[in-house]
Each structure stands twice: as structure tokens, then as C-alpha cells.
């Protein structure tokens, strides 16, 4: 972390020394020496932090280096807040007179800026110079001749090994893994002349070691193979002794005598010795704990055709891709223990003396701490071992649940859990720890949205600048970093298969909340612990009911300024009493300020003092109105205010702020009912803004009613990524066409007429290359031509379209569409879906057709639809017989469908039961009083009464019909939040 903050303000240094320090008479040589010393520093951080685990005093010296970084970056964003007025234009009106007062004014603080950075280049000079005690390495090739120090390599032992040699019968959950594999090595005789590498991965501790050794020293596995070698890489060997090793243990596994000469043979002899040895022999090899991917080792070994199997295991995704020579070669991903067996493992080991049984008065306590281990096979033998020793009382074990963190940190019983979690924190490139810490800032039981969490990561200053690639682009290769090194867990995909939604393990987390406290990365306060640290750049209050946190930060913002973010995860509706003038003042160098979801429904005008603030979040607040001082904050990039109050911004946003993402009003892709029932709701966006934020990625949605020459300006605007505008005219959908045409980037695409009857003029628009997302809310001549050239649209929205012919045979041709969504887009009585239509079509939703009587299927249509849903549509009075050929299909609902349609599907007595028969989860929803009620006709005593509202949708299909029911139906959706 260390060498993260160091080369943070060896950046921000650069242009201050070029640009701005000549303000500072006399400044830029000591910036410049402050700069050259850092360099030299940063050369041995990476090897300092490794030693600092083990070493107080290297430990110490990191701190201060830390620490002295800290500073400079605060001195630099001092000075640029001085200097800051000048360049803003809200300040354009200086005459002479106030120019020369302001000079007089900043004579103080910029002498006082000026003797702080000459004291902070001495503190930097003699840290550097203390640093030549301890022999710190530089990299692979150090100046003092030590070799480049390996994370693994401080270690004393393998802390694995003791997991290895347990007798199979006492463990849990390896069986059918341990199955899975022997199916891949593909042992039978007709399948085995193959050559084969199958790579296990999963995050540390999860048993993948123990599963493969097992499967190593299965009986079966070992008659196939007379030669046989484990190899343990996490531990740091030349290559010329991994070489040695295998062919050492090749010899003995055949019972052939080591010849003596190898131990006197350099590397190319030690090669040609072992191809030699196996060119006619059939062998096995494990290569564990890999962490690198340099095939090297592996590709040492011939390629015969003698049926040779390779297993190797990793906690890095990018290795097993890296390591995979062909396709015969596999990846397999070893899942947590499931409930039940944790349980199993847990009471095996803390119960040994009472035959395994949990005590009753223990059990909530124990389930407890079984779902912090989350599936973990290393955390539930280690925890459940200390438990052993512990007295079998609530009390000691409520003390275990309450702080495993401590005990993570302290207790000689979880060191080598401990060991193992830290292992992927310190192999983790320095410009990635930031990123993974940064996570423990939600609440553990949070899952944690992927948009915000990356422009957090950018207004933090995580994500470098990359030649050709957005920071958007680079935070999320980032991301993917840390999912494929098996640290963050993805908790939900969208449609197309991108991850949306992240958690990290519980332990991890604890890891996480550990490294953070040690390196003042974050400070949690709650009512448990509400003491301030000093150091802490970053502040969390959490459960903070009765409002203690909340006032420490109050007072202790007072004395502490170098705070830069503040998060607020609050459950009680009191408004914090800190949202006050003089608390923002106090906090001025404020990056951050996330109040999402927070009891807050004001914002002061002072926070316009914010000068450095590049992230705001008023999302799900009831904040209803942004000061005008918000146009001050000319370094916003992220304004997030989806669900909250506010329906017009101030004027002054649009002349001053330069932002990246505005997300005014959002809705729920699959929230489709309530989406489709009222109007869109946007807000009041000035049209400057898109004159000054020609960075723009994210805009939405906009009402572009209200302001005057908005679409027109939105063509400068050849950044953005995603775009919703609402409240259309006719006219208004025209210029749209032109405002679009140069946005090359654009993926996600919303439009919203003014009213359902007000026709979206798009037909002249061309269609944006990148676009993967459309919804087309309002009525419709005929479907536009682009739309059949949208060849990477996977998920379509045509709501309220009213479209008079056969929409699907257009859209069907789509190659990569996933997602379909048609709510009374289509008045006419039949739809009929081709073969060869809808090729990779998931999820299909037909809604509120009033008129449709019949829905053909022909065969070679919808190969893999998982998802139909279907209704209200009264005049449809049987079942589509087609839907007998979706083979594939999992999910099957209908809404509000008429008592015939409903009849046919009565379970072995109806007509048409036998073409749904094959859907396992099919769902009625229907009125039923005053309610709004779902069924499943797999499990009839399942009954669930999910909400509605009413809307103009329904009462246009009741009037078509002679339903007896009032109300608009709301189906339940059947997961996500859908973006």
C-alpha cells in the first residue's frame, strides 16, 4: 500500500512541478528533490512491505514512508485549492482591487504551504537514508545483490501440509469433486493415448490441494500411472531444482535406482535425461499452488502419446488459461461445501468428545459462525479446532462469532488460516491492493454494485490513464483481475453474462479490515467503536443508531483534515447531524462524499467548499433540491441522484461542471410493469452541460421538454456509453437522429415519448456500432429499419409501440440478441416466429397483447429459450401448442390470462397440460379481492401475494375483454435488479 501511495503523489507531483509550483516562489527545487528521493524509495517498497510482516522495524520504516506520502499529498491539494478560484469561472469578475486583496489574503497559507514542503523533503531525506539498515532488495536484480524477496517465500512452512496427510475418511465434501476429476483424467483404455492438463482452481483454503492429493494417492488413479511426481511451486525454487525433483521423484515412483550423477548436471542435461526417461513411459504429474504463468516446468515434459496426465492447481484463473494447451485440456472450479456438509465439518471437528453432536444451547451460535466460513473447508477445520479447546459455554463462543477479525490477528490457532488468506493479498500487483482493500468499506452483507464501485476507483485515483482505453475500460480489467484470481465473488450477471453485483468472502473481509486498520486505509466507526484514526483517509459509519459515530466525526473533523472520503451506511430515518456548513468546511479536501441510501434529505449551499469532490452520491435519499453552489465543484466527474427526490438541476451545473456520469432517474430493466404503467421519470438537465462535459459516458435519463436546444447540444457529446432522454415530441425525435450520429461509443440506448400516443420519429437514425441495449418506449409508425443492423444488441424494450404488423420476423434475425421484452407494442391478432428465429434468445416476455388470439412456434425457433412469460392477453384461448419444442425451457408464467386458457392447464386433467409438462416452474398470477396473487402449478400449495398497481395498461386490455377484475398486474421477477 505503500508503494500505492508513493507513486499516487509521484503523479500528482508531475504537473504541480511543470504547471502550478512557480506560484510558490522558489518551490519547484524542493519538489523536484521531494520527487527524485520518492523514486529512490519506491524502488524498495515492494520488498519492504513483504519484510514488514515479519519485521517491526521494516515495518515501522513503511509506516513512516506512508505516512510522509500522506502529507505531500496533502500539502499538493492545499496549494491547488489556493489556486483553484483563479481558473474557475465563477470567479471571472476580479477587477484590480480584489486581485490585489486575494494576493495579500493567500500570503499566509502559501508561506505557511511553503515551510510545511521544505519540512516534509528533510523527513524524506532522512527516511530515505534510514532505509539503508535493513538491506532492502530492489527488485530482481537489486543494487545490493539480495535476489527479488517472493510473497510466498516468508512462509517458514507450507501451512497446507497438515491438511495433506488426513485420512480421507475424516474429511468432507471431497467425494464428488474428487469424482468429477477421475471423469476428466479419462481413464478407460479407449479414451487414454491423449495427452491431458486439467487446472483446479478456487480461493485459497478451499481444499483444492487436499482434493487433488487425494486423488493422487487414490488407488485406482495410481495402477494407471507407474510414474508419478508432486511438485509444490508456491515456494520459490530455481528451475534447474524443480527439474531435479521431478526426475528424482519419477525414479523412486517406478523403483528404479537415482542416478547419482544428476545432482552435478546443469539444466539442459537435467531435460534431456527426463524426456529421455519418459519417452515410453506413461506418467502423472501435479504441479500445486501455481502462481505463475510461465508454462516453463510444464513444457519441459514430452508430449507423447502415451495417455500422460497433468493436474496442476492454482488460485489464478489467468494461469489456468495461460497453462490450457489445447481443448482437450480442462478447468475445473472447486465450489464451497454446500450447507450441510460445512455443518457436517464444523461439528466433526468442534465436537469431538461429544460424538459430533452440537450442544442445543450452542447450535444458533455455531450456524453462525458456519456462515462466516461461507463453504470454506480451511476456515471450518481451523475455527472448528479452537472451538475444540475452548469450554463449551455461550459466552466464550459468542466472543468467537462476535470478533474473528481479533482472533484472525492474534490467536496462534488461525495462523495458518490467516497465512493462507494474506497469501493472495500480497501477490497482488501494487496498483491492485487498493482496488480489492477498497471493498471492505460496504457492510459485509452487502453485495456491491460494479458501476459504483468503479467510479469510486476512479475518483479515488485507483485507475491509471492507459493510451486508447477509457478509465472506465481499465477499472474494469481491473476487476476482472481480481475475480480471476478468485478474491471477489460475482453475485449476479446481467443477461449477456457481465457481472453486475460482486461480494467478497467473509474472511476475506476480515483480512481486508485488518490490512486496512494497519495501513490507515479506512477507519469503520459504529457504535461498538467509534474512536477516530488519526491517519485514516477514508471514513465508514455503519449501525450507528443512536448517533455516537456521527458526533466523534463531528468533533474530530475538527482537528483531522486529511480525511478525503465519507461513507454513511445508516438504518435509522434520523437526519445526521453533521450535514452542516461547517462540517463541510471542515472536510474541503473531500473526494468522496457516498450518502446512498443515508437519512439525509438536505444539502447545504457550503457544499460548493468541496473544491476537490469528484464523487457524490445522493441516490435513494430524500434530498429534493442541489444547492447552486454545486456548480463550484469543477473536479465532479460522478453524480449519482437515481430514486432520489430531486427533478431539476441548478442552471449553474450546466455552465461550470464537467462531469463523466450524470444518472438522474433510473429504472429496473425487469421491473417491466411498473416501468411500462406511468411515465418515465427524468430529470431537469441544463443544456450547457453538454457543451462542458464532452467526457461524458453515462447521461440519464433527461427530460428534454424543459430545456431549450438540449438535443441539439447533445451531439457534442461523442463520449457517451449510455444515454436515456424522455418526454419526446415528434419533432423532437428528428433532431435525436442527427444528435446521435457521431456517438460511436454508445451501448445502452433509452428514448421515452412524451405520452403514449406521441409517435418516436426515428426511422432516419443510424444505428450506433457498439450498442448492445435498446428500449423504445412510444408509438410507433413501423419499426425502424436500424433496428435489423443492431448486431450487437443483445437485450430489446419496444413498449407502447402499437405496431400493426409482425414485429418478431425482424427482430428474430438479430445474431446476438439474449433478452426480449414486447408490452403492448403489437395490436395485431397473430404472431408467428420462423425457424431459425431467435438463435440465442434467453428470455422471452410477451405483455399486455390485447388483441392476439394466436402465437406459433415453428420448429428450429428459440433453441435455447429458458424464460417465456406471457400475458394478459384475453383473447388468447389456448395454450401455444409450439411451446412443446422449447426444449430448453425452465421458467414458464402467465399473467392474468383468461379461465379457458387457465383450465387447459390443470394438471393431468387439462387439455393442454401435456405441452407445459416439461417446464419445471410454470406460475399463474391473477386478482383474486383486491389482491394480486401467484401460484405455481408444479407446487399447488405454493400461493404468494406479489404487488400491483393500477395504470391505463390494464384498463386498455380490460376493455377488450370482459375480465371482472380491476387493477394492473405486476408479475414477480424472477431475480436481479436488472439495469
Known amino acids: 500500500m505503500a508503494e500505492t501511495v508513493v507513486c499516487f503523489v509521484l503523479d500528482k507531483l508531475v504537473p504541480l512541478i511543470t504547471a502550478k509550483a512557480g506560484m510558490l516562489s522558489g518551490l519547484p527545487t524542493e519538489l523536484v528533490a521531494i520527487g527524485n528521493e520518492l523514486r529512490s524509495i519506491k524502488v524498495f517498497l515492494k520488498d519492504a512491505e513483504l519484510r514488514a510482516e515479519e519485521n517491526d522495524g521494516v515495518k515501522e520504516w513503511v509506516r513512516q514512508v506512508r505516512d510522509i506520502a500522506y502529507q505531500i499529498e496533502d500539502v499538493i491539494d492545499e496549494h491547488l485549492l489556493l489556486q483553484y478560484p483563479h481558473d474557475h469561472p465563477y470567479h471571472q469578475c476580479f477587477n484590480i482591487f480584489s486581485y490585489l486583496t486575494r494576493c495579500v489574503f493567500l500570503l499566509r497559507p502559501k508561506h505557511q504551504i511553503a515551510s510545511t514542503i521544505r519540512r516534509v523533503r528533510s523527513e524524506v531525506l532522512e527516511i530515505n537514508q534510514r532505509r539503508s539498515s535493513f538491506t532492502l532488495g530492489g527488485g530482481p536484480s537489486s543494487s545490493n545483490g539480495l535476489e527479488y524477496e517472493d510473497p510466498h517465500k516468508h512462509i517458514d512452512q507450507d501451512p497446507r ?87 528424482t521423484l519419477f525414479y523412486r515412483s517406478a523403483r528404479d535406482c537415482v542416478p547419482p550423477e544428476i545432482g552435478n548436471m546443469d539444466e539442459e542435461s537435467l531435460i534431456e535425461v527426463l524426456r529421455n526417461y519418459l519417452r515410453e513411459r506413461r506418467f502423472l504429474v501435479v504441479f500445486d499452488d501455481v502462481w505463475s504463468i510461465e508454462t516453463y516446468i510444464k513444457d519441459v515434459l514430452p508430449t507423447n502419446n502415451n495417455g500422460n496426465r497433468i493436474l496442476m492447481t492454482t488460485r489464478l484463473e489467468d494461469v489456468a488459461l495461460a497453462w490450457k494447451g489445447s481443448s482437450f485440456d480442462h478447468v475445473y472450479k472447486l465450489q464451497p461445501l454446500s450447507s450441510e456438509k460445512a455443518w457436517d465439518l464444523f461439528c466433526r471437528k468442534a465436537f469431538r468428545d461429544l460424538k459430533a453432536n452440537c450442544p442445543l444451547e450452542l447450535e444458533n451460535l455455531s450456524r453462525a459462525i458456519v456462515r462466516k466460513c461461507e463453504g470454506l473447508p480451511l476456515a471450518i477445520v481451523t475455527i472448528g479446532g479452537l472451538l475444540s479447546t475452548k469450554n463449551k459455554i455461550v459466552m466464550e463462543w459468542q466472543n468467537l462469532c462476535n470478533s474473528i477479525g481479533a482472533e484472525l490477528a492474534s490467536n496462534l490457532h488461525l495462523a495458518s488460516l490467516k497465512k493462507i488468506l494474506l497469501l493472495s493479498y500480497h501477490d497482488l500487483p501494487h496498483y491492485l491492493k487498493p482496488c480489492f482493500l477498497y471493498m471492505g468499506i460496504f457492510p459485509g452483507d452487502h453485495s456491491i454494485e460494479l458501476h459504483r464501485l468503479v467510479r469510486l476507483w476512479m475518483a479515488e485515483g485507483f485507475i491509471p490513464r492507459k493510451s486508447g482505453k477509457t478509465l472506465e475500460a481499465v477499472a474494469n480489467e481491473f476487476l476482472i483481475e481480481l475475480i480471476r484470481r478468485s478474491l471477489v465473488h460475482v453475485t449476479w450477471v446481467d443477461v449477456s453474462g457481465r457481472p453486475r453485483n460482486i ?21 469503520v466507526l459504529n457504535e461498538e467503536n467509534s474512536s477516530m484514526d488519526a491517519q485514516s483517509r477514508r471514513l465508514v459509519i455503519q449501525n450507528d443508531k443512536q448517533g455516537t459515530s456521527t458526533e466523534v466525526v463531528v468533533e474530530g473533523m475538527a482537528r483531522k483534515q486529511g480525511v478525503r472520503s465519507l461513507f454513511l451506511f445508516l438504518e435509522h430515518e434520523a437526519v445526521p447531524k453533521f450535514m452542516t456548513g461547517s462540517f463541510l468546511r471542515a472536510v474541503h479536501l473531500l473526494k468522496v462524499l457516498d450518502l446512498q441510501n443515508a437519512p439525509v434529505n438536505y444539502i447545504p449551499e457550503a457544499t460548493g467548499s468541496l473544491r476537490h469532490l469528484q464523487y457524490l452520491s445522493l441516490k435513494w435519499t430524500k434530498v429534493e433540491k442541489l444547492p447552486r453552489s454545486i456548480g463550484k465543484l469543477g473536479n465532479l466527474q460522478s453524480m449519482d441522484l437515481k430514486h432520489s427526490l430531486i427533478q431539476e438541476l441548478p442552471a449553474e451545473i450546466g455552465k461550470f461542471l464537467h462531469l463523466r456520469h450524470l444518472m438522474s432517474y433510473s429504472y429496473h430493466w425487469d421491473d417491466t410493469f411498473s416501468l411500462y404503467v406511468k411515465n418515465v421519470k427524468a430529470a431537469k438537465v441544463p443544456a450547457e452541460l453538454c457543451r462542458n462535459s464532452q467526457e461524458m459516458q453515462n447521461l440519464g435519463w433527461v427530460d428534454v421538454s424543459h430545456s431549450a436546444g438540449f438535443i441539439d447540444q447533445l451531439g457534442n457529446l461523442k463520449q457517451l456509453r449510455r444515454l436515456g432522454v424522455a418526454q419526446l415530441t415528434r419533432e423532437d425525435g428528428r433532431n435525436l437522429c442527427n444528435a446521435i450520429k457521431n456517438m460511436h461509443h454508445l451501448e445502452e440506448f433509452m428514448i421515452a415519448s412524451r405520452n403514449k400516443d406521441e409517435v418516436l420519429e426515428i426511422d432516419r437514425m443510424s444505428s450506433p456500432p457498439m450498442l448492445r441495449r435498446l428500449l423504445l418506449m412510444g408509438r410507433l409508425d413501423k419499426l425502424p429499419e436500424w433496428i435489423s443492423m443492431l448486431e450487437n444488441v443483445v437485450k430489446l424494450v419496444l413498449c407502447h409501440s402499437s405496431l400493426n404488423h409482425d414485429p418478431l420476423e425482424v427482430i428474430g434475425a438479430l445474431p446476438n440478441l439474449i433478452k426480449l421484452i414486447v408490452c403492448e407494442a403489437y395490436d395485431g391478432e397473430q404472431l408467428h416466429i420462423s425457424a431459425r428465429r431467435f438463435q440465442k434468445l434467453k428470455v422471452l416476455r410477451l405483455y399486455n397483447l390485447c388483441n392476439l388470439k394466436s402465437l406459433k412456434i415453428l420448429l428450429g425457433a428459440l433453441p435455447v429459450l429458458e424464460e417465456l412469460e406471457l400475458g394478459p392477453s384475453p383473447l388468447l384461448k389456448e395454450v401455444p401448442i409450439s411451446i412443446k419444442n422449447l426444449e430448453n425451457l425452465t421458467l414458464l408464467r402467465f399473467h392474468d390470462m383468461p379461465k379457458e386458457f387457465l383450465d387447459d392447464l390443470t394438471p393431468k386433467t387439462g387439455q393442454h397440460y401435456h405441452i407445459i409438462d416439461h417446464v419445471p416452474n410454470v406460475y399463474i398470477n391473477f386478482m383474486a379481492g383486491a389482491a394480486h396473487w401467484e401460484t405455481s402449478l408444479r407446487h399447488p400449495q405454493y400461493k404468494e401475494m406479489v404487488s400491483y398497481k393500477t395504470g391505463a395498461m390494464y384498463q386498455r386490455c380490460k376493455r377488450s375483454s370482459a375480465w371482472g377484475t380491476t387493477g394492473a398486474p405486476i408479475y414477480k421477477p424472477s431475480g436481479g435488479t436488472g439495469k
Open 161 to 247: 501440509a497438515g491438511f495433506l496427510y488426513v485420512d480421507e475418511s475424516e474429511l468432507v465434501g471431497i467425494d464428488d469433486p474428487k469424482r468429477d476429476l477421475i471423469r476428466m483424467l479419462d481413464l478407460e483404455p479407449q479414451d487414454f493415448p491423449q495427452g491431458k492438463l486439467i487446472s483446479v482452481i478456487g480461493m485459497g483454503g478451499l481444499g483444492k490441494t487436499t482434493v487433488v492429493r487425494k486423488l493422487y494417492e487414490d488407488m485406482y488413479v495410481r495402477k494407471h500411472f507407474p510414474l508419478r511426481a508432486w511438485i509444490t511451486l508456491s515456494q520459490p525454487n530455481k528451475t534447474i531444482h524443480v527439474i531435479r525433483n521431478m526426475l
Open 503 to 523: 461480494r467478497v468472502h467473509d474472511l476475506l473481509r476480515e483480512i481486508i479490515l485488518l490490512k486496512s486498520h494497519e495501513l490507515s486505509f479506512f477507519r
